[in-house]
């Protein structure tokens, strides 16, 4: 399954996940997953669906793991008859105003966590993307960050804002990592040699929510928040959708369309014509 995998040019995201999806199907069934007839693959995710109730996002990674293995590795038709494919929820993503997201960063003290989600809102970067960062990927006399194999397995740059400079350089002379810009804490390793790890997910996740509850901002907002909020901020100023797709690196505009739903601009202009419509009736 990985040799398929790695032939097709998943990225390393993909194929763990797929992985985890095939081995927790044999771990349900307790047998072999390449044994499993189609009704015992759908009473499994009948189980994930209705008993555990899992999120659309995590079934559907399910579901593309086991089809996987099953059509490319095993050779075999899948069939979906009878399988409960989770039906994507519309639903508007939470945003948070500048003034919210300024609170909620003012009250990261920790320098590196500090420099971490302040890079993530000013370049609207993904989580994962932040913490894989290498210094040599920060273009200070360009003026960019460099995205390497982002999601969707291509490049892309996204221009950074210089008034965060001097914060990221602060950090990165308090370790001087020559491979990972936010790197793991006590790895093990000297100052300025290369560290195993980077930064965990799980830390920064767990600053962004400590900080919101300090703000007092009472949004179901996470990390990925910030990413909402700084493409609705950047249409809010004017930059056009074309522009802030590429940033985003989203393969189609329909994805970064759902931002125009979210602005003020957008919507007080909405208002404003349905109310001089009413007044001429």
């Known amino acids: 399954m990985l040799e398929d995998m790695d032939l097709r040019g998943f990225s390393v995201r993909t194929q763990t996940s797929y992985v985890r ?16 007839s189609d009704e015992e693959i759908r009473r499994y995710f009948v ?10 996002q995590t079934v559907t990674i399910a579901l593309c793991g086991i089809k996987f293995f099953t059509e490319i590795t095993l050779k075999r038709d899948f069939s979906l008859t009878g399988v409960p494919v989770p039906k994507r929820q519309k639903k508007l993503p939470v945003v948070l105003s500048t003034t919210e997201v300024r609170s909620i960063l003012n009250e990261v003290l920790t320098l590196r966590l500090r420099a971490c989600l302040r890079l993530i809102y000013a370049c609207g970067l993904r989580l994962g993307e ?3 960062l ?6 200070s006399a360009r003026g960019v960050v460099i995205l390497r194999t982002a999601k969707g397995g291509t490049d892309r740059q996204v221009p950074l804002p210089p008034t965060l400079l001097p914060l990221l350089r602060e950090y990165w002379k308090s370790h001087r990592n020559t491979r990972w810009l936010f790197p793991a804490q006590s790895c093990g390793h000297r100052k300025g040699s290369p560290a195993e790890r980077h930064l965990p997910l799980s830390a920064v996740q767990k600053a962004f929510q400590l900080a919101r509850r300090k703000a007092g901002i009472l949004k179901a907002a996470h990390v990925h928040t910030l990413r909402h909020s700084w493409a609705t901020h950047l249409l809010e100023a004017g930059i056009n959708l074309r522009v802030i797709q590429e940033w985003m690196g989203h393969r189609s505009p329909v994805t970064t369309s759902v931002y125009t739903h979210m602005t003020e601009p957008g919507s007080s202009v909405a208002t404003r014509q349905v109310a001089q419509l009413m007044s001429d009736l």
């Open 21 to 36: 999806s095939v081995a927790a199907l044999a771990r349900y069934c307790r047998r072999s997953p390449d044994t499993l």
């Open 134 to 139: 290498a210094p040599t990927d920060i273009d």
């Open 47 to 56: 189980h994930l669906k209705c008993e555990r109730k899992l999120a659309r």
């Open 130 to 132: 932040a913490c894989r």
